[in-house]
Nanobody, 125 residues
Framework: QVTLVESGGGLVQDGDSLKLSCSAS????????MGWFRQAPGKEREFVAA????????YYEDSVEGRFTISRDNAKNTVSLQMSSLKPEDTAVYYC??????????????????WGQGTQVTVSS
């Protein structure tokens, strides 16, 4: 059983930066691929970024590539999402997720086994 807790959300202005963190407990974090997803009101949950268990491979959704950076610290059991040049369309609840099956990095929510409760990010124009 893996427990994930996100933090760092908030209200920011168009063009600002924000860093989200996700703390994991209850599993072997260094063997988990991790992902960030987001869900805006009335929309389906969508992929944002993923990182391999060792941190050597990352994968981004096209609209955030170059603006967002996913990273992890296996010594602290955390994964982070540094978001820059935020836009109003980035407004959503952001979730971190863990893939225990050592799959290739995936953009599909169904491939992830554990989810955090989410943290709200609101970007005002």
């Amino acid at each position: 059983q893996v427990t994930l807790v996100e933090s760092g959300g908030g209200l920011v202005q168009d063009g600002d930066s924000l860093k989200l963190s996700c703390s994991a407990s209850g599993g072997t974090f260094s063997r988990l691929a991790m992902g960030w997803f987001r869900q805006a009101p009335g929309k389906e949950r969508e992929f944002v970024a993923a990182i391999s268990w060792g941190g050597g491979h990352t994968y981004y959704e096209d609209s955030v590539e170059g603006r967002f950076t996913i990273s992890r610290d296996n010594a602290k059991n955390t994964v982070s999402l540094q978001m820059s040049s935020l836009k109003p369309e980035d407004t959503a609840v952001y979730y971190c997720a863990a893939d225990t099956a050592e799959n290739e990095l995936s953009p599909y929510p169904s491939m992830y086994d554990y989810w955090g409760q989410g943290t709200q990010v609101t970007v005002s124009s």
